[in-house]
């Protein structure tokens, strides 16, 4: 034998030996059921992983528990692992040994000291739940409720799953495997050092940076870094607009300008107009009256249309100053949201930040070009566009009408409608009579084409002529007579008989000729007043003074009662 063969048994004697003395030490394994200890990986297979522990033989853990969410080993031979040792048998030499909930143990060691020092855990988010969601804080699944999850409400609660956040441990029972965080607890914490910190250089004018964390009709409220600012509608630019939305983003980052800050109610006034310059300064000389320019119509109301000069810039067009001859119920009539239209600047007032434009003065106003055109007295042509009651309406130009009035259609014939005499579509000859640029009246005439015949009727039916005339109307008060077409006299009901008339109807017929005298008349006011009765005063006063009727020298006798009585004295002779 030599001496390289009794080493080698020599050591091999020591190492059993060694194994034997360990074997049968009191501490080995001396492993406590449900401690944690370290073991090493000695077999990896499909189903199983393979840990020594120190102990008779090596614990069994099913590989599942070393798999991470894609389903791949995160475990490899010689690794150094902790587990957990969940049962020993010292008579079989068996053990029972746990990685998770090794894992388990650990992670609530650490959230318990989590919770004592009112720490912080980081969690990802990986499911929603009935009233919250389920919070993964590295091997143990904790609740977050609803109401945990941020300041505000979320509007998309689903947006947070897989998301990673940091947690405060509120509550944790082992024996259950219970945790619930809390995520709004470190906001507010956040928040309110953020809003300390703020409200010590908070001040006004001064330029700051928020996000858009919420959009009403009137404004947006901005989250300054623990303090909220309201940047109201009409601070946000200097154009119009109808809604926030319009320039404003939820969640978009912000630059502003603090317009007001009161440190007491904590309120803050925040700008985004004021960061740009006030178009409207010095506008009076960007915008002098008179001048004529292009804009866009940005919004219709009953009384106008507002005009975007430029962007922050509106001016108003009246309806009234829209058109000069259309007489518009509503500005739709003329132009429509978007539309580029030309105006006229007509006055500007900066202090009150108004611009009054007009629409018609682009164009001439066609009433001075009527007015030249036809000075009045001017005879012209035109076709009825309009009947009425009262009148009819000739076109003359574009959009301006003559108006022929009812009572200048005859000067004689007594015209109850204009549609007894015209119908729309007829051309007729008229006179002008008015134009009138302010009020903007264009009046004409057809009798006017004719002399007035009342202007001969005093020369022709002086006071005291006799004239013939035809009963045309019989009333209460007179009667009418016609002594020549158109021209009629009145005989009143006293100037009919010298004895009371109760009814003229029950003397005369319309329709025969009667005799009458002149005892009134006036071209001016067209009257011409007749009289039956004097007629017969006339004839009387001519008759011998002693066949008068009621002269004394009859007794009182009329002409017929002398006459009577000499008829029957004769009688009597005979």
Do not use: C
């Amino acid at each position: 034998m030599t001496t390289e063969t009794i080493d080698t048994s020599l050591d091999a004697e020591m190492s059993f030996e060694s194994a034997l003395e360990n074997y049968l030490s009191s501490d080995f394994g001396d492993l406590e059921e449900g401690s944690i200890v370290k073991g090493e990986v000695v077999r990896v297979d499909g189903d199983y992983v393979l840990v020594d522990v120190n102990f008779k033989s090596e614990g069994q853990i099913p590989a599942s528990e070393f798999k991470d969410a894609e389903g791949a080993l995160t475990i490899n031979v010689g690794d150094v692992v902790d587990v957990f040792v969940a049962r020993k048998n010292e008579m079989e030499g068996t053990i029972t040994l746990s990685f998770e909930k090794a894992k388990r143990m650990q992670v609530f060691d650490k959230l318990e000291e989590v919770q004592e020092k009112e720490g912080t855990t980081r969690g990802r988010i990986i499911r929603r739940i009935k009233g919250g969601y389920t919070v993964d804080l590295g091997g143990v699944e904790a609740f977050l409720p609803g109401s945990h999850v941020d300041l505000r409400p979320v509007p998309d609660m689903d947006a947070l799953v897989n998301q990673e956040y940091d947690f405060r441990v509120l509550k944790i029972n082992r024996r259950r495997s219970n945790v619930i965080v809390s995520r709004r607890v470190l906001l507010e914490e956040e928040r309110d050092s953020k809003r300390q910190d703020l409200l010590l250089t908070l001040e006004e004018g001064q330029i700051v940076v928020g996000k858009a964390k919420n959009i009403t009709e009137y404004g947006v409220f901005v989250d300054l870094g623990g303090l909220d600012g309201l940047l109201h509608i009409t601070d946000m630019s200097w154009k119009r607009i109808r809604h926030p939305k319009e320039l404003v983003s939820l969640g978009q980052e912000l630059e502003l300008k603090i317009l007001s800050f009161d440190r007491d109610s904590q309120k803050v006034s925040l700008g985004m107009k004021q960061l740009v310059n006030d178009p409207w300064a010095d506008i009076t000389s960007k915008y002098p009256e008179n001048a004529r320019l292009s804009g866009k119509v940005t919004n219709l109301v009953d009384y106008g249309a507002f005009v975007e000069l430029e962007p922050g810039v509106e001016g108003l067009v009246h309806i009234s100053e829209m058109s000069w001859t259309r007489k518009l119920r509503h500005p739709s009539q003329m132009v429509r949201v978007g539309d580029e239209v030309e105006v006229v600047i007509l006055g500007v007032d900066p202090d009150k930040k108004r611009i009054s434009l007009g629409m018609k003065q682009v164009k001439p106003n066609p009433w001075e070009v009527v007015a030249e055109k036809y000075p009045e007295g001017t005879i012209l042509e035109g076709v009825i566009k309009n009947i009425t009651e009262f009148g009819m309406f000739i076109g003359i130009e574009d959009g301006i009408d003559g108006l022929i009035h009812v009572s200048d259609i005859s000067w004689t014939k007594k015209i109850r409608h204009p549609n007894e005499l015209f119908n729309v579509g007829d051309t007729v000859q008229a006179k002008v009579l008015t134009v009138d640029q302010e009020s903007e009246k264009f009046t004409l005439g057809v009798k006017q084409l004719t002399e007035d015949p009342w202007s001969k009727v005093p020369s022709n039916y002086p006071v005291g002529a006799m004239i013939n005339g035809v009963v045309t109307n019989i009333t209460d008060f007179g009667l009418f007579v016609e002594v020549e077409e158109g021209i009629e006299g009145l005989v009143h009901v006293s100037e009919i008989s010298q004895k009371k008339v109760k009814s003229p109807s029950e003397m005369f017929k319309e329709g025969v000729t009667i005799q009458a005298k002149v005892i009134h008349v006036s071209a001016e006011e067209r009257r011409l007043g007749l009289s039956i009765k004097q007629i017969k005063d006339d004839e009387e006063r001519r008759r011998p003074k002693e066949f008068r009727s009621g002269s004394p020298e009859t007794g009182g006798q009329t002409l017929g009662d002398i006459l009577k009585l000499k008829l029957e004295e004769d009688a009597a002779d005979n």
